[in-house]
Nanobody, 123 residues
Framework: QVQLVESGGGLVQAGGSLRLSCAAS????????MGWFRQAPGKEREFVAG???????MNYADSVKGRFTISRDGATNTYLQMNSLKPDDTAVYYC?????????????????WGQGTQVTVSS
């Protein structure tokens, strides 16, 4: 069982930046691809960004390309640097871990999920 804890959410003005963190409770962190998803009110949860086990492959949703950057460290942490934030980025952001070679995009390929952290971007 892997527990994921997100942090770093908050309220920011449009054009601002936030950095989300996700801490994983596992000794086998490098065996998991990691992803960030988000869910806005009244909408389906959607893929935002993913990073492979080796951190050699990253992929992004078209809506965040060029603005968001996913990374992971050698310990158990995954990050999402979010720049040039827009009101449409307002959502609860979730960290997820996948045993699949990746990073996968589809939710069903992820095995563990965090509780989420709220990001609100004001106009």
């Amino acid at each position: 069982q892997v527990q994921l804890v997100e942090s770093g959410g908050g309220l920011v003005q449009a054009g601002g930046s936030l950095r989300l963190s996700c801490a994983a409770s596992t000794r086998t962190f490098t065996t998991y691809a990691m992803g960030w998803f988000r869910q806005a009110p009244g909408k389906e949860r959607e893929f935002v960004a993913g990073i492979s086990q080796s951190a050699g492959i990253m992929n992004y949703a078209d809506s965040v390309k060029g603005r968001f950057t996913i990374s992971r460290d050698g310990a158990t942490n995954t990050y999402l640097q979010m720049n040039s934030l827009k009101p449409d980025d307002t959502a609860v952001y979730y960290c997820a871990a996948s045993r699949n070679l990746g990073p996968p995009v589809a939710e069903y390929n992820y095995d563990y999920w965090g509780q989420g952290t709220q990001v609100t971007v004001s106009s």
